[in-house]
């Protein structure tokens, strides 16, 4: 008899604080703001996920991209983190160096969906491959955003991108920031 009466205070409890959860997330109010945040966020995530899969052999090769995606309450800025590790085999293998363009065509290819540079051996970015450009572009990740077309290009252009490329050989690996329309990145 004992043990039923504190079956049943442990199921009234427990089932209590499941709706108390239920009821402080109800309460919570989500504004547009946070929808941007978790959209953005996603977008981004997407396009990582899909330069990881793609078979291209003229792009940069990794075998890993993280990212960390704040918001600086300040300064007013979207800041995006992402740390690249250069495919270990290949990199190792052969005497691969990486150079300020990979972080740039990295960052072109997540984005804007573009290399930005020419095929061969081109040091600078094509012609076309400007600032606006790259805002114009970059829009389309936030598509599933209720905002006006001039609303997404401040949010790109608020938006500063800090990208580190790890190379096998430690005493190669590059760090490029900046805006993320800014052309190249320094």
């Known amino acids: ?22 009821a402080n997330l109800k309460a919570t109010p989500v ?12 977008a981004i995530n997407l396009q990582i996920s899909r330069y990881m899969n793609e078979t291209d052999t003229f792009r940069v090769r990794l075998d890993q991209i993280k990212m960390d995606f704040t918001f600086d309450e300040e300064m007013q800025l979207f800041i995006i983190d992402l740390y690249a ?7 190792s293998q052969k005497e691969i160096k990486i150079r300020n ?4 065509i990295i960052r ?22 400007t600032k ?5 572009n970059a829009i389309f990740l936030l598509k599933n955003i209720d905002l006006n077309n001039e609303e997404k290009k401040e949010i790109i252009k608020k938006t500063i991108i800090n990208i580190e490329l790890d190379h096998p050989n430690a005493n190669q690996n ?11 990145l320094n």
């Open 1 to 22: 008899m004992k043990k039923t009466i504190l079956i049943f205070i442990i199921f009234l409890t427990v089932t209590e604080l499941k709706a108390n959860v239920i």
């Open 31 to 42: 504004t547009k703001f946070d929808f941007l945040l978790k959209a953005y966020r996603d």
């Open 85 to 91: 590790r250069a495919d270990q085999r290949r990199y």
């Open 101 to 104: 363009r990979d972080c740039n």
């Open 108 to 129: 072109n290819r997540i984005f804007v969906n573009k290399y930005g540079y020419g095929m061969l051996f081109s040091k600078k970015p094509t012609n076309y491959f």
């Open 132 to 136: 606006n450009y790259i805002t114009n």
């Open 174 to 184: 590059i760090k490029c920031k900046g805006a993320l329309n800014q052309v190249p």
